[in-house]
C-alpha cells in the first residue's frame, strides 16, 4: 500500500488494487485535489477513516452523446415544475449530499474536512454544483470538480423529490458541452441514463 507523505504527489494510477484504492493519507489542499483529479484520482472515505484515495479499472462514465431519456423520462421533463441552475448554491449541495443514508456505508463519505475542502473548490474555480429547486425549496442537487478539460467529475447527488435528481442531471448534461462525464463507480441509476464502463487507459485519455 502507498502511504502519501506532506509531499504533493501521487503514485502512478497502475500501482492501484484491484478494488482501485491507490494510496492512503495526505491532506485534501487544493493543490493535492487537484493533482488528483488530473490523474483520475479521487478521495473516498468514511469518518474515523483516514483519506483513501481511488483510481477505479473500469471507470464509469457517460458520454453526454449517449445520454438515455425513457419515455416517462422525456414526459416528466415537459410537464414537471422544477427549476434547474447551477452554481447557486453550492455550500447547501455538498451539505445535502452528506445527509444522505448510503446502502452499505455506516457514516458518511462527505466529512467536514471535505466539505471545507469543496466549498474552497468551488470558490477557486474547480467544483460545480447543479440545484433543481420547486417552489423556491431545494429538491435535488450534485456536485463535482471541473478542471477545464472537457471533463465533469461527478462526485455525489441528493434528491427529496421523485425525479428531481434525474431532472437536474439530464438537464446539465443536455445544456454543456463536456465530452465526458466521469460517474467514477458503477451505479444502477447513471447506467439507467447511458453510463458506461470504460478502462482506465482510455479515461486518462481524455482527461489530457
Known sequence: MNYLTEKIEFPDVSQAN???????GGDLSVKRLILAYKH???PWY?????????SPNPRFVLFPERLKI??????VLRNC??????????????????????????????????????????N?????????WKDEVLVAGFYGVDLGNKVFCGESMFTKESNASKVGFITFVQNSDYKLIDCQVYTQHLESLGAEEISRKVFLEYLK
Open 124 to 132: 477557486l474555480g474547480y467544483a460545480t454544483s447543479v440545484e433543481v
Open 18 to 24: 484491484s478494488d482501485g484504492l491507490l494510496a492512503v
Open 70 to 75: 425513457s419515455k416517462s423520462m422525456k414526459q
Open 46 to 54: 468514511e469518518t474515523g477513516e483516514p483519506i483513501l484515495w481511488w
Open 40 to 42: 483520475g484520482i479521487f
Open 81 to 122: 415544475d422544477y427549476t434547474v441552475t447551477v452554481n447557486t448554491d453550492f455550500a447547501q449541495v455538498i451539505k445535502q449530499c452528506a445527509l444522505i443514508k448510503r446502502s452499505g456505508q455506516s457514516s458518511t463519505w462527505i466529512t467536514n474536512d471535505m466539505i471545507e475542502a469543496y466549498i474552497e473548490l468551488h
